[in-house]
């Protein structure tokens, strides 16, 4: 039996000699370049059949032959059992641990040889019985020291490449790794984030909001705000979202598309790559490589997908079909990338990625940019985006709700706007602001030069300075100053983007994007009067209260990492200055990001 | 009684909670719906018990429930919802005579505007019961507006809050999402069984959940085929994970008389003076659709109205009764009579149906994975089912079958 069958399986059709050889060879060249190579001993040819000992090329001819002779069909059994990659995985391994006893996988029943087993192998029926089994999480363990029908399982199908699909080994372990890892922990909080993420719609995504601050830092507290946050990062509404910022889209587009000098032939990294969009720009830009990683691991599937059905997908095989294929999706965090693949440091020539968040700092995402620079980046290599800058302004009463709570129906209803003001005087609040709503100059907050910059530069203070807006011929009135109003601009400068530089501007003067603005709100409003408009009143000792309006406010800004992971917090100490030098300082407000 | 955008918190703006959220994925302005937090399981009390009996405990998640409420942004978009506020006032003004010199209790009154619109129609007393720290807020409005006389505010809940007289009228805009979803109806069925005086009234004095196929192919579009083509990237591998979160929970949003392919369903008829909360735990209906035109059938909408009606006025024409909830839809007159301009004698009705004046509510949409192409008068029929989830009561379970074309399906979902 098995005899007749390595022939079937060899043989594609069964033509000359000449053909089977070359056929043989050109499989070798293709299956077994990744792996042969770290392994002494050749291992086996080809797939091994989990029931018996028939020998296949390809993982289709296998199924065909599991299917129509051991009665076990793979497709249906993955499809009636919901089985994702990991899942299939298991069940090869579990399927291989149960024929190792000659016990029937579905039924159970034992024999006393692996013939009778073959007679015995029948179509399941009760597939119950068989799922609690296929999920237990030892069957990650290949069962097979060299298995190679696990690293090839996971076909395409569509006939387009005759070669299989064969993922990397290494890749794939350590993935499993970290996919045992994270089902070891075990926390709720995970389970919250993959049941939440699946309802997106307007849920609170209760495993980053539960975590309370008196969890402090410890590793597994780190672990488990990353696991909520990759949970939640793969939810398709913010890839939708983000995908359809067209700001955002085409400022990345005309960097990478503009200056196509840049990219063609270099070796890109695309750090938390979500759909892989800019990566396939890079792609289309020209890379002769784009490694693109995500950490969660539902997206970077989905941008393996992606890749695939749009050609630009890099088959660790170098499959000959698919010349344009450069993009390789890698599942992990940047900082932990050397479990994932072998990589030459500083072998990467331009470092692409999205990764601002509101009020630029939020989500800590620059951090992991910038410890992909010191590692993988050539010296002299590019960033894309290089620059970075926040500013500020301030911003009147048309962009408080006040106005609404002071005549609601006919009531004074204005007890309840101080009650907002009072809580946003606490928490930040983002949103889109109306240029109109502008009371001052804006003022450049922060730059950060992510060519040079150090990694503990995220954190920072820095003093600026607001003047009234209207020009002191015009406008004499008292302006009254609420808050602050934080935005960021993202430029791909002519230092590497010498074709085409781009900015990427969430400004309120510009279109709005995704990012909105972030509003900070004072608690007490703090009253304006252009310079030089009025400095004949020196009976107050006030300064910034209507009788004696203040020329500038002085501004201590601090932004921090927050001791919860990936959020920040945010300091401003107000003092409010008049002409004369008169100064009044406001108490620190803090606002929470946790 | 839910805003469209769920966890406001002032202007525009959301807890710090859920402040990750925006860029991780919940409670996106742009979205066709946010929803406040709601969390916490109905008191494990006896359904049958009437609430005068024995109080039940405030537990944990009622509190975090009443949390959300002091966040003042919602109490904006409801005052701001026009249809809502201006209903509620001339109802009021309407029933002036039964209002006039007599006690009221305002069941969660929020800001206590429906309060102050109760004393300004001369109301003797009023008492504003909220157990959300609004209450402090409804409070200094009272007094702002020298009106602390008449309306106390009292902050606690109406089960634990004591009134010491007899009260002739209860208010409450109690309506959620659906109409029962997160609903305070149980709140004002507590006030009624402890403090309404036989003959006294309610407003609204009763409530109507439909339901009608819907057809909604831009939506369906907008979710699904965006991901075909995105800047000349074929992004198709993400529409499995798009069908999924696009329509695997009840969506709220704003649809047209135009997306309804046929006269709705009555699920359920609350009759305010009546109902139990034993009712509410569990609704279920049988319907019978036939389509009006060819279409793909996308889903089911719902809505709700909720009518104003006192003892002196008479009902509005084709005031639903208790049998038309449970019958099949096959009175498609009275919905369409319903449609006419109320004449002054006639209750008052506040509606939040497709065709009517959009509210903050909308409509609550529950859409299939797959669409279900349907010819002129082809059938579509079923069952939907509304319960209390167990993981938390405040959580409705939906279970809907539907049949056309010969195929049948399930769909289960929850709404949070």
Redo the contacts between chains.
Sequence with gaps: MAGNLDQEAHIADPESEEDFEDDEEEEEAEDWDDWSAEDGEESSSGLLCLFCDANFSSCSPLFDHCASLHRFDFHRVKEALALDFYGAFKLINYVRSQVAENRCWSCGLVFPSKHDLQDHLHETIDFEKVKPLSFDDRYLKPFLQEDSLLYSFDEDGEGEDDCPVVVDKEELAMELKNLGELSIDGDNLLEKAESSSGSIDGNVLKGAADVSSSDLNTAGDVRRVNESYFGAYSSFGIHREMLSDKVRMDAYSQAILGNQSLFNGAVVMDVGCGTGILSLFAAQAGASEVIAVEASEKMAAVATQIAKDNHFWHSPNGSINNKGGVVKVVNGMVEELDKCIQLQPHSVDVLLSEWMGYCLLYETMLSSVLSARDRWLKPGGAILPDTATIFAAGFGRGATSLPFWERVYGFDMSTIGKEIVEDAARNPIVDVMSESDLVTNPVIVQTFDLVTMKPDEVDFTASIELETSSSPTENQATTMCYGVVLWFETGFTSRFCREQPAVLSTSPHTLKTHWAQTILTFREPIAMLPRKADDTDKRSQGAGIEGSPAEKIHLRVSIVRAPEHRSIDISLEAAAICSDGRKVTYPVQIFNLS | MYPAT??S???????????????????????????A?RAGPRDSRDPDQRCDQKPPPCTDFDVAYFNSYA???I??EM??DRVR?DTY?AAIMQHQSYIAGKVVVDVGCG?G?LS??CAQAGAKRVYAVDASDIAV?AN??VK??NLSDTVIVLHGRVEDVEINEEVDVIISEWMGYMLLYESMLGSVICARDRWLKPGGLILPSNATLYMAPVTHPDRYSDSID?WRN??G??????LP??K??AF??P??ETIAGENVLTWPHAVKHVDCYRVTLHELESVSTRYRFKSMMRAPLHGFAFWFDVEFNGPAISPASNHVTATFAESSNDQPMDYSQRKKRPNPNEALVLSTAPEDPPTHWQQTLIYFYEPIPVEQDQLIEGSVTLSQSKENPRFMNIHLEYTSGGRSFVKES?M?
């Design positions: 769920g966890f918190n002032g202007h525009r703006h959301q807890p710090a909670g859920t402040f990750m959220d925006k860029r991780l994925g919940s409670g996106r302005r742009e979205r066709a719906r946010s929803r937090t966040h003042v942004g109490h904006e005052i701001k506020t006032r800001t505007i102050i619109f807020q200094e409005v702002a507006n965006f995105v800047y990237i074929d992004m198709s591998a993400m994970l798009a999924q979160c695997e929970e969506s709220v929850v949070r």
